[in-house]
């Protein structure tokens, strides 16, 4: 399928060549659909946790991070640049086109944390931000000539205002990783970044750690990384033939947020909270966020406390009884079902059954109330070796084709928000190696163009979906308030973001 200078090339960017060919053949045969069972909702998937229940999970969560000394990380996928926030601007910028979102815009333009700063760089080339020409003013706010945010990520723009000046998401994540990511007052966030952008990451971290460090008694410790080329997929022409650039070379492309599962295997913390970067909220608005936060986490750890002492139980021997108390457990609190032949197995195959689902990576992912948000869903989904369970599903991976299927979708009453709170680690200390707990067969291909010509792309499995399809999962409704994502620069004009 590939001639020998081609796997020269794959080699020396670092793929293996062996997931080139096997993604080639996911474009020829495609991927399979999930195949979900019915959504996951309150009482049947999804747990609700009454107030003495979320002030009961907080405690344990305190408390375990002293007692057991464990650490914590904040992991925030920051690489994407902030082009499509301003869709409508750059469109009015190029193209002279204008609608409601871009009037809203220059009507609104004092209310932004991003005001001031734009209003002092066009006044040192003359320009009155009050009197000047709105295409005068986007091109200062959107291009180098300015302030250049059509070119940055939304980590480095200024979302929030505040009395002793503006914050960035980037410093919104510093504050909450003081107040709910904090053990024993070291306080460590990841932030993954493109490479183009990550000096100006470790600048702005430079110049805000020391004020914040002092606000809360804490020290920080920051890292990036980037999304790593090897993991990159192959793109290929509409007859799957590998797409070649004009030079001949293989193009690869960028696979989607499930790359960053490599990122994330890297990192060592007992417990690690993941967030998107736009997804913040001024501190008049965090306190609900931080219960919820250390409310999961303390779900988490109530679990994985469950988890380790069975497995200590499995080593001294299994039962009936055992066995019994173990299904019990999988079907009514881990939500996970068995093979349909489970019941005709002998003890020793169910006992290795249950360890083997014992022994898996953990997470509680937050759920909000549906309310037509675009992404992916709680649902319980049929697994490859027969066993149901609870998985985030995006509608690429439903049949929408098939009415049982697209109607068991649109019944989701939640949604994912990229609110998960993960175990890293087995009873013994070790990271799990998280590409063993992956489903290769949850990626997607998506139509794109290069240069003019057609070409198809591939997605790894996302990375809080196929990239943790084998993971013990469990679903806690969260409030609608800890979910405010900015899609378009118009969003920071809603009262969660003043």
């Given at each position: 399928?590939?001639?020998?200078?081609?796997?020269?090339?794959?080699?020396?960017?670092?793929?293996?060549?062996?997931?080139?060919?096997?993604?080639?053949?996911?474009?020829?045969?495609?991927?399979?659909?999930?195949?979900?069972?019915?959504?996951?909702?309150?009482?049947?998937?999804?747990?609700?946790?009454?107030?003495?229940?979320?002030?009961?999970?907080?405690?344990?969560?305190?408390?375990?991070?002293?007692?057991?000394?464990?650490?914590?990380?904040?992991?925030?996928?920051?690489?994407?640049?902030?082009?499509?926030?301003?869709?409508?601007?750059?469109?009015?910028l190029e193209e002279g086109k204008s609608d409601k979102s871009v009037e809203e815009f220059f009507g609104n333009l004092e209310k932004f944390a991003f005001y001031r700063d734009l209003k002092d760089v066009m006044a040192a080339d003359g320009h009155d931000i009050t009197t000047a020409e709105h295409s005068v003013i986007a091109e200062y706010f959107l291009t180098e000539k300015g302030l250049g945010y059509g070119n940055l990520p939304k980590g480095l723009l200024k979302f929030h205002n505040y009395p002793d000046g503006a914050r960035t998401p980037l410093e919104e994540h510093l504050v909450e990783g003081a107040l709910?990511?904090?053990?024993?007052?070291?306080?460590?966030?990841?932030?993954?970044?493109?490479?183009?952008?990550?000096?100006?990451?470790?600048?702005?971290?430079?110049?805000?750690?020391?004020?914040?460090?002092?606000?809360?008694?804490?020290?920080?410790?920051?890292?990036?990384?980037?999304?790593?080329?090897?993991?990159?997929?192959?793109?290929?022409?509409?007859?799957?033939?590998?797409?070649?650039?004009?030079?001949?070379?293989?193009?690869?492309?960028?696979?989607?947020?499930?790359?960053?599962?490599?990122?994330?295997?890297?990192?060592?913390?007992?417990?690690?909270?993941?967030?998107?970067?736009?997804?913040?909220?001024?501190?008049?608005?965090?306190?609900?966020?931080?219960?919820?936060?250390?409310?999961?986490?303390?779900?988490?750890?109530?679990?994985?406390?469950?988890?380790?002492?069975?497995?200590?139980?499995?080593?001294?021997?299994?039962?009936?009884?055992?066995?019994?108390?173990?299904?019990?457990?999988?079907?009514?609190?881990?939500?996970?079902?068995?093979?349909?032949?489970?019941?005709?197995?002998?003890?020793?195959?169910?006992?290795?059954?249950?360890?083997?689902?014992?022994?898996?990576?953990?997470?509680?992912?937050?759920?909000?109330?549906?309310?037509?948000?675009?992404?992916?869903?709680?649902?319980?989904?049929?697994?490859?070796?027969?066993?149901?369970?609870?998985?985030?599903?995006?509608?690429?991976?439903?049949?929408?084709?098939?009415?049982?299927?697209?109607?068991?979708?649109?019944?989701?009453?939640?949604?994912?928000?990229?609110?998960?709170?993960?175990?890293?680690?087995?009873?013994?200390?070790?990271?799990?190696?998280?590409?063993?707990?992956?489903?290769?067969?949850?990626?997607?291909?998506?139509?794109?163009?290069?240069?003019?010509?057609?070409?198809?792309?591939?997605?790894?499995?996302?990375?809080?979906?196929?990239?943790?399809?084998?993971?013990?999962?469990?679903?806690?409704?969260?409030?609608?308030?800890?979910?405010?994502?900015?899609?378009?620069?118009?969003?920071?004009?809603?009262?969660?973001?003043?």
């Open positions: 399928m590939l001639s020998e200078e081609d796997l020269k090339q794959v080699k020396e960017r670092g793929t293996d060549p062996a997931l080139v060919e096997e993604q080639i053949q996911f474009f020829v045969d495609g991927f399979p659909f999930l195949n979900l069972s019915k959504a996951a909702t309150v009482g049947n998937g999804i747990i609700r946790l009454t107030d003495d229940k979320m002030e009961e999970e907080v405690r344990l969560f305190e408390l375990q991070i002293d007692e057991d000394d464990l650490s914590l990380l904040k992991f925030v996928p920051a690489s994407g640049a902030a082009t499509r926030m301003f869709k409508s601007l750059f469109a009015f709910y990511a904090n053990a024993n007052k070291r306080v460590q966030l990841h932030f993954t970044v493109s490479p183009e952008h990550r000096d100006k990451f470790e600048k702005l971290v430079v110049e805000a750690r020391s004020d914040y460090e002092s606000k809360y008694g804490v020290k920080y410790f920051v890292s990036f990384s980037e999304q790593q080329a090897a993991t990159d997929t192959v793109a290929v022409n509409m007859d799957n033939t590998p797409f070649r650039e004009k030079d001949g070379s293989i193009l690869f492309r960028p696979a989607g947020h499930g790359a960053l599962l490599e990122n994330l295997a890297s990192l060592e913390a007992d417990v690690i909270f993941i967030k998107n970067v736009d997804n913040v909220v001024p501190d008049h608005l965090k306190e609900t966020t931080i219960t919820y936060k250390k409310a999961i986490a303390g779900v988490l750890l109530d679990y994985r406390a469950a988890i380790f002492s069975y497995l200590d139980r499995l080593d001294q021997g299994t039962d009936a009884a055992l066995l019994d108390e173990l299904d019990a457990f999988f079907r009514n609190e881990l939500c996970v079902m068995p093979p349909e032949e489970f019941a005709s197995w002998n003890e020793e195959n169910k006992a290795d059954y249950f360890r083997k689902k014992l022994e898996r990576p953990l997470r509680v992912c937050g759920m909000v109330k549906n309310v037509g948000e675009p992404g992916g869903g709680p649902f319980w989904a049929k697994n490859s070796d027969g066993s149901s369970s609870l998985q985030i599903v995006e509608s690429a991976q439903v049949d929408m084709d098939d009415d049982d299927q697209q109607t068991i979708f649109k019944n989701a009453t939640h949604f994912n928000p990229v609110d998960l709170v993960c175990a890293m680690r087995d009873r013994n200390g070790n990271t799990y190696p998280l590409r063993k707990f992956r489903d290769p067969m949850t990626g997607f291909v998506s139509n794109k163009s290069k240069d003019g010509q057609e070409l198809k792309a591939q997605e790894l499995p996302g990375l809080w979906n196929g990239a943790m399809a084998d993971w013990n999962t469990l679903f806690v409704e969260v409030p609608l308030i800890t979910f405010n994502p900015v899609k378009t620069v118009n969003d920071l004009l809603r009262e969660q973001h003043q």
